[in-house]
T-cell receptor
Framework: GQQLNQSPQSMFIQEGEDVSMNCTSS?????WLWYKQEPGEGPVLLIA?????ELTSNGRLTAQFGITRKDSFLNISASIPSDVGIYFC??????????FGPGTRLSVLP | GAGVSQSPRYKVTKRGQDVALRCDPI?????LYWYRQALGQGPEFLTY????????KSGLPNDRFSAERPEGSISTLTIQRTEQRDSAMYRC??????????????FGEGSWLTVV
């Protein structure tokens, strides 16, 4: 079945640094979603991508739909302590269900 | 409602008992999804509905799990004869467009099930 890999699994960064993470798929997708989840909360949608090559921003967050349609990237600029959480990617092929990656755990050191 | 609402938030049940988890999707949302999320893992698909029709139940682990959405709004996920391995966070999500459209899904806060 479809599988997603996320890299890195976890990262520790200093406040103010930029963050980059990615998600790769064994299948071609037509939709990519990025979520953030904080402890005890449900995943919250950050950015949705629907076209290959699409670059979309949401505040300090920018995500891109990879040209190969098998990957997506999320960047966070000038990180702050409240960026801490687990970032999940999710993707799907046409007619299929969304599959989720295992997450990237972000810690921001003051 | 304003968001996806799930109840109960926490449920502790004895092994062998049946449990029912409820989901009230965002008002007007066509599609409703059930996911299960283990600690530290991403959500795992269980089943989904368009309106009242269950379109895909391929993610349900076995026949002890069932779901319904009789009026196309509120949904119930039922687990019969619970086992300890059923302990997990069960999350409901909904989306405004049909499943085969470019759409996004919004999650509720989940129901945390513990089977003892």
């Amino acid at each position: 079945g479809q599988q997603l890999n996320q890299s890195p699994q976890s990262m520790f960064i200093q406040e103010g640094e930029d963050v980059s993470m990615n998600c790769t798929s064994s299948s071609i997708f037509n939709t990519w979603l990025w979520y953030k989840q904080e402890p005890g909360e449900g995943p919250v949608l950050l950015i949705a991508l629907y076209k290959a090559g699409e670059l979309t921003s949401n505040g300090r967050l920018t995500a891109q739909f990879g040209i190969t349609r098998k990957d997506s990237f999320l960047n966070i600029s000038a990180s702050i302590p409240s960026d801490v959480g687990i970032y999940f990617c999710a993707g799907r092929s046409y007619g299929q269900n969304f599959v989720f990656g295992p997450g990237t755990r972000l810690s921001v050191l003051p | 409602g304003a968001g996806v609402s799930q109840s109960p938030r926490y449920k502790v049940t004895k092994r062998g008992q049946d449990v029912a988890l409820r989901c009230d999707p965002i008002s007007g949302h066509v599609s409703l999804y059930w996911y299960r999320q283990a600690l530290g893992q991403g959500p795992e698909f269980l089943t989904y509905f368009n309106y009242e029709a269950q379109q895909d139940k391929s993610g349900l682990p076995n026949d002890r799990f069932s779901a319904e959405r009789p009026e196309g709004s509120i949904s119930t996920l039922t687990i019969q004869r619970t086992e300890q391995r059923d302990s997990a966070m069960y999350r409901c999500a909904s989306s405004s467009l049909g499943h085969d459209s470019g759409n996004t899904i919004y999650f509720g806060e989940g129901s945390w099930l513990t089977v003892v």
